[in-house]
């Protein structure tokens, strides 16, 4: 048993609500951080018969991709689908918590989650939306500590660089203090200047975890007041955002790469815009309803798009632009989601030791269908 907001936290490391879009309504819902939780089952969207299976199967949370609160309630009406809802949940003391934007743009989210099915790499956001604001940090230590220090701010996430971790620069030289009446010093005398052998030591970091690590950094400084700075970088760190942009191993026609997906997908069809002969090697794509870019992708050089939910207008820009174009449907590129996510939350239930079960939705179907 844990408590949601435990699961909440899970959340915020799998998709960071920093990366949500502004218009979008992503988080706790409904329910009390503080509520437990047993079982938790995650799903595209909260639709009654999502609460039915949660009820049936004694859930606590629900997990969802699509917010099933997104705009402002100003009635709840329980004679409508909405309230009914709403009742039920509440009535079974069932927490309902949603990423949505955030879990398309995060590392390892919903569209890292195609390019995987579909062996994509040297993978990019095809529009960034979010990059890293970073800050060093220069704190200085006597050399006998200065490893320790350096070692448990680099446990605490600071000294990321690409893929290298603990990096980190540092000079030596002369530290002079003088402890004054009421001072407790590691080094010197009370009223005598003392001279120290320093290091200065100096590293990277993302600005939101900066209290994590100045926490980490002064557990182990043996200075009963421990000088440091932290400042500004012009410099971004990790970038995210909304669908990616890649390459696949071999080239493909249009039509082999869509009868690719659509056997991968669950769909029972795709419709294909086909603007030129030319085979496809490099794949833009976006989760969802993305139609809005196709100029983005067609102007990173990609020979195909790949989303859900385009419209006539749309389709005839692709063809305007000379772009191949796959509509793959909104359900068909994001059910996926919930095994996927299960997947994650069960790997950090195992990691921290959670004695809860986790499980997706194995019912959700495309509300299209096609005779």
Not at 86 to 114: E, Y
Not at 219 to 225: A, F, L, S, W
Not at 280 to 309: H, N, P, W
Not at 342 to 362: F, G, M, Q
Request: charged share 25%.
């Amino acid at each position: 048993m844990i408590k949601c907001q435990m699961a909440m936290e899970a959340m915020e490391q799998i998709a960071p609500r920093v990366l949500a879009e502004e218009w979008d309504n992503p988080g706790l819902l409904l329910g009390d951080p503080a509520q437990k939780i047993n079982k938790i089952i995650t799903c595209l969207d909260v639709t009654e018969a999502l609460v039915r299976e949660a009820v049936e199967k004694e859930c606590d949370m629900i997990i969802s991709h699509h917010p099933f609160i997104f705009h402002a309630l100003k009635k709840i009406r329980t004679d409508l689908p909405a309230g009914r809802l709403i009742r039920q949940l509440i009535k079974s003391n069932i927490a309902v918590f949603a990423a949505h934007t955030n879990l398309d743009s995060a590392n390892g989210g919903v569209n890292d989650m195609l390019c995987e099915m579909w062996h994509l790499h040297n993978i990019r956001p095809l529009d960034i939306t979010f990059a890293e604001e970073l800050v060093k940090l220069a704190v200085f230590v006597p050399q006998s500590h200065a490893e320790a220090v350096r070692l448990a701010i680099g446990k605490a996430g600071a000294g990321f660089i690409g893929n290298y971790s603990h990096c980190a620069f540092e000079v030596r030289g002369k530290g002079h203090f003088l402890p004054r009446e009421g001072t407790s010093p590691y080094i010197g005398e009370i009223g005598r200047i003392a001279s120290v052998d320093e290091v200065r030591l100096e590293t990277v970091l993302p600005e939101q975890i900066k209290d994590r690590v100045v926490r980490a950094m002064l557990k182990v400084h043996p200075y009963e007041e421990a000088a440091y700075e932290i400042y500004p970088l012009k410099t971004k760190g990790k970038a995210a955002g909304l669908g990616r942009i890649g390459e696949i191993e071999e080239k493909l026609s249009l039509e082999q790469f869509a009868a690719m997906i659509k056997e991968i997908l669950p769909v029972d069809y795709v419709r294909i815009v086909k603007s030129n002969d030319r085979k496809i090697k490099r794949v833009a794509l976006c989760s969802g309803a993305g139609a809005e870019f196709i100029g983005k992708a067609k102007m990173q050089g990609a020979d195909l798009y790949v989303t859900g939910d385009v419209k006539y207008h749309e389709a005839q820009k692709a063809q305007e632009l000379d772009m191949n174009l796959i509509d793959a449907g909104h359900f068909g590129t994001e059910a996926p989601v919930a095994e996927a996510l299960a997947d994650k939350l069960n790997l950090y239930a195992r990691k921290n030791k959670w004695n809860i079960e986790i499980i997706y939705d194995t019912t959700a179907k495309d509300p299209f269908s096609i005779i």
